[in-house]
């Protein structure tokens, strides 16, 4: 079974730029999560879908970062303009979203720099 | 809030030797707990994990048990190799629509030879 997949592995951008990542997420899983994971510190959910309907975005600087989810399942992560303190590794997850205690697979992550 | 608090890394190791990585929670209801594991160069990877309190979670000769009345699942083998040598997560996820993980900052252990 395929897993999680990400492009780009890496990005380095410039402070004010615009940055785009991908995920497809396991086939069938109806829940999928980004998660940025600063330097030194766990993963922070940034948000959630399940199916193409956002759950929570509560922790998601609406200002810069935009996330969609058309078709239900891959899921395109923007941040415009980026800032300085963005530079951290993207975490894409998904889980079936059968019951709450499904485990989420994780992707490698897209390992962003902002210079 | 939710938050879960574990032990600070590195922690270094001589192989066969016995693992502890403390973890505490803080949280809210009733949460779920897991501990992840990210090898060198690999993407995060559940462990193991345990729903109630009480249940012991168990994986590769890693165990950790979910005790409420501490709130803590701290993380055990009793004699680790080389090849455990990653960074560990302790994570909690309250489910029932709010099924995000919420983690720890990470310990990273290293085991010699």
């Known amino acids: 079974e395929a897993g999680v997949a990400q492009s780009p592995r890496y990005k380095i951008i410039e402070k004010r730029q615009s940055v785009a990542f991908w995920c497809n997420p396991i086939?069938?899983?109806?829940?999928l999560y980004w998660y940025q994971q600063i330097l030194g510190q766990g993963p922070k959910l940034l948000i959630q879908f399940q199916n193409n309907g956002v759950v929570d975005d509560s922790q998601l600087p609406k200002d810069r970062f935009s996330a969609e989810r058309l078709k239900g399942v891959d899921s395109t992560l923007k941040i415009q303009p980026a800032k300085l303190e963005d530079s951290a590794v993207y975490l894409c997850?998904?889980?079936?979203?059968?019951?709450?205690?499904?485990?989420?697979?994780f992707g490698p992550g897209t390992r962003l720099t902002v210079l | 809030g939710n938050s879960v608090t574990q032990m600070e890394g590195p922690v270094t190791l001589s192989e066969e030797a016995f693992l502890t990585i403390n973890c505490t929670y803080t949280?809210?209801?009733?949460?779920?707990l897991f501990w992840y594991v990210q090898y060198p160069g690999e993407g995060l990877q559940l462990l193991l994990k345990?729903?109630?309190?009480?249940d012991k979670g168990s994986n590769k000769g890693f165990e950790a048990t979910y005790r409420k009345e501490t709130t803590s699942f701290h993380l055990e083998k009793g004699s680790v190799q080389v090849s455990d040598s990653a960074v560990y997560f302790c994570a909690l996820s309250l489910g029932r629509g709010n099924e995000k993980l919420t983690f720890g900052t990470g310990t990273r252990l290293t085991i010699i030879p």
């Open positions: 949280a809210t209801g009733y949460p779920s």
């Open positions: 997850a998904s889980s079936l979203g059968l019951a709450d205690t499904d485990t989420q697979y």
């Open positions: 345990a729903t109630k309190a009480d």
């Open positions: 086939s069938g899983h109806a829940t």
